[in-house]
């Protein structure tokens, strides 16, 4: 079989420190990267979107942090990282920090919430 291009989505809540933002957005990648099998060749790009009240640290940033003290399973390093702000919706979930991994997969795709994040997409992250 062969690989095609996977989309696999997750997202974690976060408090708005250095600490929290980068432990969670590692934890977050490190369980996408584990449960979708995926190997730092087959990353392709990594993006990022935070809501407002996440604003003392860019996620792609807290990655790259993660990369250079060892908290991520694999060194991507080279793979895009992008990040952006999300659009405010009134009543919209605070302190999120939603990701988009684009990946050559052979493997069906595990989506991740996490950290509050399940409440997003509960019918993706198995709550529903």
């Known amino acids: 079989m062969f690989k095609k291009i996977k989309a696999i989505r997750g997202a974690t809540g976060s408090e708005n420190t250095n600490d929290d933002i980068t432990k969670n957005v590692c934890e977050l990648c490190n369980q996408i ?3 979708n099998k995926l190997k ?11 809501t407002e009240d996440i604003n003392v640290l860019n996620p792609a940033t807290a990655l790259r942090k993660g990369m250079q003290n060892g908290t ?6 080279k793979t895009a990282l992008f990040c952006t ?4 919706i009134t ?10 991994i684009t990946a050559y997969s052979k493997n069906p795709v595990k989506n991740i919430y996490i950290n509050g994040g399940e409440k997003l997409r509960p019918d993706l992250a198995g709550t529903k």
Do not use: W, Y
């Open 33 to 35: 990267f584990i449960q």
């Open 40 to 50: 730092q060749k087959d990353l392709i790009s990594i993006q990022f979107s935070i």
């Open 72 to 77: 991520l399973v694999f060194d991507s390093s």
């Open 85 to 88: 702000q999300e659009a405010k």
């Open 91 to 100: 009543g919209g979930a605070p302190k999120m920090i939603r990701v988009l």
